[in-house]
């Protein structure tokens, strides 16, 4: 186990994107949550500390948390492969997904029992009493049993998410039942994730945010933009910028770490108008179908030159996610057998996660410089990928699936695939986007007015400091 940091950071910024009022009025309700929480520590946990949604959720947050006063900490769990599998079996269970198909019986929750009870043991030295803890998702679930023995405040939040009842979904909630039955407050996604046997009372819902002033999500010009890229590998070199960004530390700093990409020439021009997916590689993300869908684009003669960047963390930075390489050589055989006209337009790109502003600063240049920003998930809790390239004012075509559907309204925030296993669907809305900057314009304004309104992380600071409230009352 080990802890992140996170730097305080204050408010006042939004008050250009949200107004004085606003600010003014989360602040004022911070401070009561502070009040109520008094001397204590407010404790997250999780599994990984960078590469995926819920550690950018969990950033942007505790960040303001501080900013505003609280003591808030940030623990990553650790444990062997084999305890990964079984969580990653877990994640898409309760998307209703088979994942590996493995089995999650008596011996693999002895397992996932054995390993948290021995990050338990690191976790208790630190815990104060009257402290707060909020664990997030299936890998953290079987803490909750130790930390309500303990007579800790426990919340556990939940990422993930399917409606209704489904064979899979039933097996990972069977799994997990016994541990979250005594948790006194879970935090779903939607109100739709909430498994039928829980009660209704002990649950809150909470749409994930994000930080607009976060490297991922800081305004970034165009020459920097291009200059990232270049550096990255992602477009073709040119410009005479630097490839700087801001670092979270507030550091000015240069990406000097290239991408491996797998291609058939060399990078797109600057000019070239990209289809971009980022995203783990994960097969609910659907990189075969968006592969499939860009081809038919092309086959059908709409795509107006693009090229389709398929990118996502390089394969040795992210420790929870063990099927990330199984399913990248998958996309690279898809990939493979594309025909030939298609294949050279598509650029399969590893990013360096060596180091997470990095990272962030690549991810934040590729979907500024996207022509269109695709999320193609069969599955997605909520899609975060989704959430960053509304603000960054991009045109969007989406699965109609999961939480994506409260993200967008088709045709307003964006384009909505409703059958996401219909390659000709997607090519028909990418198609519609990439004919039509005015479209695409009217789209992504409505997309950055979404997010200013429902999901930047000022909203969920509010939603946040009542929770904790709710443990202190
Ligand atoms: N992401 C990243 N680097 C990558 C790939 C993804 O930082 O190489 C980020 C992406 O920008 C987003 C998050 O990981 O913030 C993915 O969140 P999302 O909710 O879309 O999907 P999840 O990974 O949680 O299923």
Not at 87 to 108: F, I, M, P, Q, Y
Not at 306 to 334: K, N
Request: with cysteine.
């Amino acid at each position: 186990m080990f802890q992140v940091q996170v730097s305080a950071r204050a408010l006042s910024p939004f008050v250009e994107l949200v107004g004085v009022e606003r600010v003014e009025a989360v602040a004022r309700a911070a401070a009561v949550a502070r009040a109520a929480i008094g001397p204590h520590t407010v404790w997250n946990v999780n599994s990984t500390a960078a590469g995926g949604g819920v550690a950018e959720i969990i950033r942007s947050l505790l960040r303001y948390a501080r900013g505003v006063g609280v003591e808030v900490r940030w623990l990553v769990i650790e444990g062997p492969p084999e305890f990964f599998a079984i969580t990653k079996r877990l994640h898409n269970a309760l998307h209703d997904n088979a994942g590996d198909g493995s089995v999650l019986g008596a011996r693999e929750a002895a397992l996932y029992e054995r390993v948290l009870a021995q990050n338990f043991a690191e976790i208790e030295r630190l815990l104060r009493p009257g402290d707060a803890i909020i664990c997030h998702d299936p890998q953290t679930a079987g803490l909750v049993p130790h930390l309500r023995r303990l007579g800790e405040r426990v919340v556990w939040r939940c990422h993930i998410g399917h409606e209704g009842p489904g064979a899979e979904a039933d097996a990972g909630w069977a799994f997990l039942r016994k541990y979250l039955e005594e948790v006194p407050i879970a935090v779903f996604t939607r109100s739709a994730y909430v498994p039928s046997w829980f009660p209704c009372a002990h649950a809150v819902t909470i749409p994930p945010n994000i930080d607009p002033f976060s490297v991922k999500n800081q305004w970034m010009p165009e020459p920097s933009t291009r200059a990232v890229l270049g550096t990255a590998g992602l477009v073709e070199r040119g410009g005479a910028c630097c490839s700087v960004y801001v670092r979270e530390d507030g550091a000015t700093e240069e990406v000097t770490r290239r991408a491996e990409v797998i291609r058939v020439g060399g990078p797109p021009a600057w000019s070239t108008p990209l289809v971009v997916q980022i995203s783990r590689w994960d097969r609910m993300k659907d990189h075969a179908g968006l592969l499939a869908g860009f081809a038919r684009l092309i086959e059908q003669g709409q795509d107006l030159g693009s090229e389709l960047v398929l990118a996502g963390p390089a394969q040795r930075g992210v420790a929870d996610d063990p099927e990330g390489p199984e399913v990248l050589r998958e996309v690279t055989r898809a990939w493979g057998e594309l025909p030939d006209g298609v294949r050279r337009r598509v650029h399969l790109a590893e990013l360096p996660m060596a180091d997470a502003d990095e990272n962030a600063a690549i991810v934040n240049a590729l979907q500024r410089h996207a022509a269109v920003v695709v999320q193609k998930s069969l599955r997605e809790g909520f899609g975060l990928t989704v959430t960053e390239a509304m603000w960054k004012r991009r045109p969007i075509v989406a699965s109609a699936v999961g939480g994506i559907q409260d993200q967008i309204r088709d045709g307003v925030e964006g384009l909505l695939v409703h059958d996401p296993t219909d390659p000709a669907e997607t090519a028909s809305a990418l198609g519609r986007i990439l004919a039509s900057p005015a479209l695409a314009d009217t789209l992504a304004g409505a997309a950055h007015e979404r997010v200013r309104e429902r999901y930047l992380s000022l909203t969920a600071l509010e939603r946040w400091g009542a929770l904790v409230q709710l443990l202190y009352t």
